[in-house]
């Protein structure tokens, strides 16, 4: 059973550091342990908070969400009516097309990698505030090295297939509790050479799929029993997730754009050390 307060408290911290370089996943970690609600919560409480910010990232770019569940069926009509008549289907590499296409690219090192390490890295990142701290300091050294990378001019049209390959496979590591999805992969994207407002708009689409497939795959293992007993707490947490996201995805982009990304590396190192050091007495 999850109280209203445990609800509120843990959608903020989804919300509000999903999309922020600071490790949503390690925050909740830090937030169940001391809150105690890691285990009364529950997975699919936690699938509601991803749907939360899964809402967020289509409300600020629902245009380029709409091309690219166009473009995906039009992809899998396209494939399925050769599988049926042998038809030969006008494959045409527009910008749109070339989006999906790189988005289902990224996606599959993201989903190798969490789906090799994910059951390990529960049993440690979970239970240990250590290794989340140390995963937060990676984090920071991560963000701090932003600062070092000039500023690319790369837009989509521009990007290589091994770019978009390894901005996946940077997400995929982003499994870990503590290292953040949206810092590794943007980092990556400007060590790449895209254009900064760019790179922000790619990261936060390729995270659809993860972000989906993560919660298909809790759901999977939760099913709904919890749910009747749950629902206010669970849908309200999933409302305050998905509003909070929404507001941090503005914040970012205006970050980005005095070019002072890497201030998050401050507060990552500081929670970092501070969980660190906790991981010793808790």
């Given at each position: 059973?999850?109280?209203?307060?445990?609800?509120i408290w843990l959608a903020?911290?989804?919300?509000?550091?999903?999309?922020?370089?600071?490790?949503?996943?390690?925050?909740?970690?830090?937030?169940?342990?001391?809150?105690g609600a890691n285990t009364d919560a529950g997975p699919l409480f936690d699938i509601l908070l991803h749907v939360g910010t899964l809402l967020a990232v289509c409300a600020v770019y629902y245009k380029d969400v709409w091309i690219l569940i166009r473009e995906v069926v039009l992809l899998v009509v396209g494939g399925?009516?050769?599988l049926i008549n042998k038809e030969k289907y006008p494959f045409r590499m527009y910008r749109e097309r070339l989006l999906a296409v790189y988005v289902i690219l990224a996606s599959i090192?993201?989903?190798?990698i969490g789906l090799l390490v994910q059951k390990f890295l529960e049993d440690l990142f979970l239970s240990s505030l250590?290794?989340?701290?140390?995963?937060?300091?990676?984090?920071?050294?991560?963000?701090?090295?932003?600062?070092?990378i000039p500023a690319g001019t790369k837009k989509l049209e521009d990007m290589k297939i091994r770019d978009v390959l390894t901005i996946g496979t940077a997400q995929g590591f982003a499994t870990i509790p503590g290292i953040s999805r949206s810092g590794s992969t943007i980092v990556t994207e400007f060590a790449a050479g895209l254009d900064p407002e760019f790179a922000v708009e790619f990261s936060f689409l390729?995270?659809?799929?993860?972000?989906?497939?993560?919660?298909?795959?809790?759901?999977?293992?939760?099913?709904?029993?919890?749910?009747?007993?749950?629902?206010?707490?669970?849908?309200?947490?999933?409302?305050?997730?998905g509003a909070s996201g929404y507001l941090c995805i503005?914040?970012?982009?205006?970050i980005?754009?005095?070019?002072?990304?890497y201030y998050f590396g401050y507060y990552c190192a500081a929670i970092g050390l501070i969980a660190v050091i906790g991981g010793f007495f808790i």
């Open positions: 059973m999850i109280t209203y307060w445990q609800a903020l911290v989804q919300g509000l550091t999903e999309f922020l370089p600071v490790s949503s996943s390690g925050h909740l970690a830090i937030a169940g342990m001391l809150l399925v009516r050769y090192p993201t989903a190798i250590t290794a989340v701290g140390c995963a937060l300091l990676i984090t920071a050294a991560i963000l701090f090295l932003s600062r070092k390729i995270s659809l799929p993860a972000i989906a497939g993560a919660a298909l795959l809790n759901l999977l293992k939760a099913g709904f029993g919890t749910f009747a007993a749950n629902a206010g707490p669970y849908l309200l947490g999933m409302v305050i997730a503005r914040f970012l982009l205006q980005l754009k005095k070019g002072k990304f």
